[in-house]
């Protein structure tokens, strides 16, 4: 009896074992079956009008600013273990899915012949130097170089080929090629004529001095860049004759004449264009991306004063994968609680968009306690009247301005949830044009109206002075 319980235990066990041993075997199966299935539906996206933005399962969520300006920007760790960053250029399925985003890669006799021997210089930024280049269709391109010392990496410059191979929207940077050749690392982008909207907002030099002043002297090369020949050696004694503060910088250049202003109906049109571009990101995109590092320096303008967001390195698709990719941006644009949480999400993007739009109403740099300004304004109905941009008093629409100060608020609420979405910021954005041209049309009609009714009476007057002459005309004088 004794022996026949052990048999029925050690039966009871072994069934127990081959059970676990199964299901084992069913979940390693499934788990198999879901990563392969994912591998084969990313190749097969590649030739479709999705938009994956995974590169095989790997996030690629990134630590780049390569934007002409030199915006401070927080260093994340990367994903990519560093033992294998150095042979990354020779991983054959990153290669080929870069080669098989559909955009052209140039080799680095083409770059140089289109940049005149990288002689034409655009700007610095942290990914390296900016060049202006003719390429070989004819078309002007702005080169970017990653330099041999930049805090970039191969990450950086994988995601932006991965992400703009697939994401095509008119307020979207266009990448129109890149370079892969060896050691070198190049980014061919659409060219912008009018720079960045920072650069539009503060002006080229100014911008650049800012750095200066906050003692980023190292900066000073590259600011002279931005200047024709003839003002190098002024500004130099200048910077070396004054203290580098913002009033000093300042003073300076506008003795150096009046830099490009942005009208009212500019800027608003540009806050449109931005809004635009990131609802495709948010809303259009397919996994959603998260921008994460939005900024006036990463808003770039076309020939017809036309926005469109820029920079891609940082962006992540809005898909949670259970790791922390750290804390990533540019500060005076991160969203406080993302900072707190380490948590970014479009809501955090949504933050960053209305720190742009405050620069266009106030044109005050976020390093320069732009939210101080905006929570004394807030005290008031009219408090934004005070903070306005002193180029475009009397020049613009209170209503309007205050109208967008009041989307830009939303925008900043504390509570990520409490903020709009993109959709509903585009919207409110374009009610205020709409507003505008309504009355515009009210008013061409009104006109129109009037000049009838005064033609008419012109008509009339000239026929009763015809009337008044025949009359006087046929008067028979007495005899």
Same mark, same amino acid.
């Given at each position: 009896?004794?022996?026949?319980?052990?048999?029925?235990?050690?039966?009871?066990?072994?069934?127990?074992?081959?059970?676990?041993?199964?299901?084992?075997?069913?979940?390693?199966?499934?788990?198999?079956?879901?990563?392969?299935?994912?591998?084969?539906?990313?190749?097969?996206?590649?030739?479709?009008?999705?938009?994956?933005?995974?590169?095989?399962?790997?996030?690629?969520?990134?630590?780049?600013?390569?934007?002409?300006?030199?915006?401070?920007?927080?260093?994340?760790?990367?994903?990519? *273990?560093?033992?294998?960053?150095?042979?990354?250029?020779?991983?054959?399925?990153? &290669?080929?899915?870069?080669?098989?985003?559909?955009?052209?890669?140039?080799? +680095?006799?083409?770059?140089?012949?289109?940049?005149?021997?990288?002689?034409?210089?655009?700007?610095?930024?942290?990914?390296? *130097?900016?060049?202006?280049?003719?390429? *070989?269709?004819?078309?002007?391109?702005?080169?970017?170089?990653?330099?041999? &010392?930049?805090?970039?990496?191969?990450?950086? !410059?994988?995601?932006?080929?991965?992400?703009?191979?697939?994401?095509?929207?008119?307020?979207?940077?266009?990448?129109?090629?890149?370079?892969?050749?060896?050691?070198?690392?190049?980014?061919?982008?659409?060219?912008?004529?009018?720079?960045?909207?920072?650069?539009?907002?503060?002006?080229?030099?100014?911008?650049?001095?800012? &750095?200066?002043?906050?003692?980023?002297?190292?900066?000073?090369?590259?600011?002279?860049?931005?200047?024709?020949?003839?003002?190098?050696?002024?500004?130099?004694?200048?910077? /070396?004759?004054?203290?580098? @503060?913002?009033?000093?910088?300042?003073? !300076?250049?506008?003795?150096?004449?009046?830099?490009?202003?942005?009208?009212?109906?500019?800027?608003?049109?540009?806050?449109?264009?931005? @809004?635009?571009?990131?609802? +495709?990101?948010h809303e259009g995109a397919v996994p959603p991306v998260v921008h994460r590092d939005l900024k006036s320096a990463n808003i770039l303008l076309d020939h017809s004063m036309r926005a469109k967001v820029a920079d891609f390195g940082l962006s992540k698709e809005d898909v949670y994968d259970g790791r922390n990719s750290g804390l990533k941006g540019t500060y005076g644009y991160i969203d406080p609680e993302y900072m707190s949480t380490n948590k970014c999400t479009m809501k955090s993007d949504i933050y960053s968009f209305g720190i742009i739009m405050f620069e266009l109403i106030t044109a005050i740099h976020p390093h320069q306690n732009l939210m101080d300004y905006i929570n004394l304004a807030a005290m008031s109905s009219d408090g934004i009247d005070e903070i306005l941009d002193k180029r475009l008093v009397g020049q613009c629409n209170l209503v309007e301005v205050r109208a967008l100060a009041s989307i830009a608020?939303?925008?900043?609420?504390?509570?990520?949830?409490?903020?709009?979405?993109?959709?509903?910021?585009? /919207?409110?954005?374009?009610?205020?044009? /709409?507003?505008?041209?309504?009355?515009?049309?009210?008013? @061409?009609?009104?006109?129109?109206?009037?000049?009838?009714?005064?033609?008419?009476?012109?008509?009339?007057?000239?026929?009763?002075?015809?009337?008044?002459?025949?009359?006087?005309?046929?008067?028979?004088? *007495?005899?």
């Amino acid at each position: 009896m004794k022996q026949q319980a052990n048999f029925v235990i050690i039966g009871i066990s072994a069934g127990v074992a081959v059970g676990i041993l199964i299901a084992s075997i069913i979940y390693c199966a499934i788990k198999w079956y879901k990563r392969h299935s994912h591998l084969r539906r990313c190749a097969n996206e590649r030739s479709s009008t999705t938009l994956p933005i995974r590169i095989h399962g790997l996030d690629t969520s990134v630590n780049l600013s390569a934007s002409i300006s030199n915006s401070n920007v927080i260093q994340g760790s990367g994903l990519i *273990p560093r033992s294998a960053k150095s042979s990354w250029w020779r991983n054959h399925r990153k &290669d080929h899915f870069i080669s098989a985003s559909g955009i052209p890669r140039y080799s +680095y006799k083409d770059i140089q012949k289109a940049t005149q021997n990288f002689t034409n210089l655009l700007g610095q930024g942290s990914f390296g *130097p900016v060049y202006k280049a003719i390429m *070989p269709t004819g078309g002007v391109a702005a080169v970017k170089v990653l330099a041999s &010392d930049s805090k970039q990496g191969e990450k950086e !410059f994988q995601t932006e080929v991965a992400l703009l191979g697939r994401l095509h929207h008119r307020n979207l940077v266009n990448l129109i090629g890149y370079c892969v050749d060896k050691s070198q690392r190049m980014l061919v982008y659409e060219f912008m004529s009018n720079g960045s909207l920072a650069n539009l907002i503060y002006g080229t030099v100014q911008d650049c001095f800012y &750095d200066l002043s906050m003692g980023s002297s190292g900066l000073f090369p590259e600011c002279l860049s931005y200047l024709p020949k003839i003002t190098k050696g002024k500004v130099h004694g200048h910077i /070396q004759a004054a203290s580098a @503060s913002v009033y000093s910088v300042n003073k !300076f250049i506008h003795a150096l004449g009046e830099e490009q202003v942005l009208s009212w109906d500019e800027r608003l049109q540009i806050a449109l264009d931005i @809004s635009h571009g990131i609802e +495709y990101l948010h809303e259009g995109a397919v996994p959603p991306v998260v921008h994460r590092d939005l900024k006036s320096a990463n808003i770039l303008l076309d020939h017809s004063m036309r926005a469109k967001v820029a920079d891609f390195g940082l962006s992540k698709e809005d898909v949670y994968d259970g790791r922390n990719s750290g804390l990533k941006g540019t500060y005076g644009y991160i969203d406080p609680e993302y900072m707190s949480t380490n948590k970014c999400t479009m809501k955090s993007d949504i933050y960053s968009f209305g720190i742009i739009m405050f620069e266009l109403i106030t044109a005050i740099h976020p390093h320069q306690n732009l939210m101080d300004y905006i929570n004394l304004a807030a005290m008031s109905s009219d408090g934004i009247d005070e903070i306005l941009d002193k180029r475009l008093v009397g020049q613009c629409n209170l209503v309007e301005v205050r109208a967008l100060a009041s989307i830009a608020h939303k925008c900043l609420h504390k509570t990520p949830r409490k903020r709009p979405s993109i959709g509903e910021v585009s /919207q409110a954005i374009l009610k205020i044009k /709409q507003r505008r041209l309504a009355k515009e049309d009210t008013m @061409s009609f009104a006109g129109d109206n009037l000049s009838q009714i005064m033609s008419r009476l012109g008509s009339q007057n000239i026929e009763l002075s015809k009337l008044a002459g025949v009359h006087e005309g046929n008067e028979i004088t *007495p005899g």
